[in-house]
Nanobody, 125 residues
Framework: VQLQASGGGSVQPGDSLRLSCAAS????????MGWFRQAPGKGREFVAV???????YYADFVKGRFTISRDNDKNSMYLQMDSLKPEDTAVYFC????????????????????WGQGTLVTVSS
């Protein structure tokens, strides 16, 4: 299974971006998908996850600004990022994990076994 992330770019503070992630095929019958990011000089951190059912969980620093969604028919996931801040500058990675028994999900990297290549988001004035 290959994941392809896209939609990154350079924007100004307060702007919006929409990231997309497409899986080449369904990795499991049911699976969760998540976004992680890695800022320059820092480790990778959890951003948001969406369960098969559509239940969502967010890192505190993006609550109210980012919205994760998915289209199971297209094996795709999205991240709508609004009110972007300079500290959101990072490479954003999409990932898929499973099998999602009981509609589970995870915010831990080790629980994901399929990763995209990352897309760069730069927020600067």
């Amino acid at each position: 299974v290959q994941l392809q992330a896209s939609g990154g770019g350079s924007v100004q503070p307060g702007d919006s971006l929409r990231l997309s992630c497409a899986a080449s095929r369904r990795p499991y019958s049911r699976y969760y998908m998540g976004w992680f990011r890695q800022a320059p000089g820092k480790g990778r951190e959890f951003v948001a996850v969406i369960a098969w059912s559509g239940k969502t969980y967010y890192a505190d620093f993006v609550k109210g600004r980012f919205t994760i969604s998915r289209d199971n028919d297209k094996n795709s996931m999205y991240l709508q990022m609004d009110s972007l801040k300079p500290e959101d500058t990072a490479v954003y990675f999409c990932a898929a994990g499973g099998p999602a028994l009981d509609d589970g999900s995870s915010s831990f990297e080790d629980d994901y076994d399929h990763w995209g290549q990352g897309t760069l988001v730069t927020v600067s004035s």
